[in-house]
């Protein structure tokens, strides 16, 4: 699974080329997806990232989406390793991912 975190949407995409969305159930009832958000914020104080940016601290209302479109690891599409190396890729690149 990979994420990318959109600080200007708040939002955070989840990319899961195993099809285990049911994982995603699971941090949340552990409390992991909490302790996220925690660490999120804790990090961009860190950094000092909202003031070098010149704007306000606002409260991290993360929403979660699980993408619907992403290629799998079967069939003729093969390992799926491929597939999070090319995600990595748009990442860094800052290229929003095609979904």
């Known amino acids: 699974m990979l994420g990318e975190l959109c600080l200007d949407t708040m939002k ?4 899961d080329s195993l099809l285990q969305s049911h994982y ?3 941090l949340v009832e552990e409390g992991q997806i909490q ?3 925690t660490d999120v914020v804790a990090l961009l104080d860190s950094i000092n990232y909202w003031n070098q940016r010149g704007i306000l601290r606002r409260e991290l209302d993360l929403e979660f989406i699980i993408e619907a479109w992403v290629p ?3 069939g003729p599409l093969g390992d799926c390793g491929v597939w999070s190396c090319l995600l990595l890729e748009y990442g860094i690149s800052g290229i929003r991912v095609p979904v």
């Open 12 to 15: 955070i995409h989840l990319y």
């Open 24 to 26: 995603y159930n699971l």
């Open 35 to 37: 302790s996220f958000k």
């Open 72 to 74: 799998q690891q079967s």
